[in-house]
């Protein structure tokens, strides 16, 4: 089984993955992990004409690297082999085209993450992944 899990460093994200490491633990050998953290650049393409080329792709980036510490610290202490995936584009767009390219079999996500604002007035990624993809998506507050 191959488990995908978009992690924006939240709280829920963080027990998205444990429960994915918990499934990953009873199914074996059977199953992988992979972590996913996708930044939204669309609000950023005015200022790239601004900005020497890749400065915005290389700061988000970054900004991914360090969102995705403590979930890799959380797999390499349960000794877990996993892949990373960092992408830029519509969040919730990007997670369903990794889920589909990727022939994933399942997407574990935290039920909010971090923009609780935009959420209210825009929608969750939650809400927006779980509407777009067939593949079974596991909610975790």
Request: net charge positive; hydrophobic share 45%; aromatic share 4%.
């Amino acid at each position: 089984m191959k488990i995908l899990v978009p992690t924006d460093g939240s709280v829920c994200a963080l027990r998205a993955l444990d429960y994915a490491i918990g499934m990953v633990k009873l199914l074996g050998n059977n199953a992988s992990i992979s972590l996913l953290s996708v930044h939204d650049d669309t609000g950023l393409k005015h200022i790239k004409k601004h900005f020497p080329k890749g400065t915005i792709e290389d700061f988000l980036h970054d900004i991914s690297v360090k969102e995705l510490k403590s979930s890799k610290s959380k797999l390499d202490k349960f000794s877990l082999d996993h892949e990373v995936i960092i992408k830029t584009g519509h969040v919730a767009g990007e997670i369903v085209k990794v889920a589909k390219s990727g022939q994933f079999d399942l997407i574990v996500m935290g039920a909010k993450g971090r923009s609780v604002v935009t959420d209210l007035l825009i929608g969750s990624v939650a809400q927006r992944v779980l509407s777009a993809t067939h593949v079974p998506v596991t909610l975790i507050k």
